[in-house]
């Protein structure tokens, strides 16, 4: 069982930058994918990054790659996601979730999430 817990979110400006944490608990966190999606009222959940146990592989989505890192602390049980130069359109609740298959994960059918975070960008 992992439980996640996100925190970081906040209102900022355009050009601004935000760091996201997702605290986990369990033991095996460190053999789980984790990622971070983000929701818009209206549209769908959009896959945002993942990392891999071992952060061999990360991922992005088109729309935040150059701006966005993805990392994690195996031994802090914490996922970061560091969003610089945001944007208005970045604005959304920012969810963490973790799987221990990283296809399962990137499908947007993870086995666990976080309850989420706010991110509010002002142009």
């Known amino acids: 069982q992992v439980q996640l817990v996100e925190s970081g979110g906040g209102v900022v400006q355009a050009g601004d930058s935000l760091r996201l944490s997702c605290a986990a608990s369990g033991r095996t966190f460190s053999t789980y994918a984790m990622g971070w999606f983000r929701h818009t009222p209206g549209k769908e959940r959009e896959f945002v990054s993942a990392?891999?146990?071992?952060?061999?592989?990360?991922n992005y989505a088109d729309s935040v790659k150059g701006r966005f890192t993805i990392s994690r602390d195996n031994e802090k049980n914490t996922v970061y996601l560091q969003m610089n130069s945001l944007k208005p359109e970045d604005t959304a609740v920012y969810y963490c979730?973790?799987?221990?298959?990283?296809?399962?994960?990137?499908?947007?059918?993870?086995?666990?999430w976080g309850q989420g975070t706010q991110v509010t960008v002002s142009s």
């Open positions: 979730a973790a799987d221990q298959v990283l296809s399962r994960l990137r499908g947007g059918v993870p086995g666990y």
């Open positions: 990392i891999t146990w071992t952060s061999g592989t990360l």
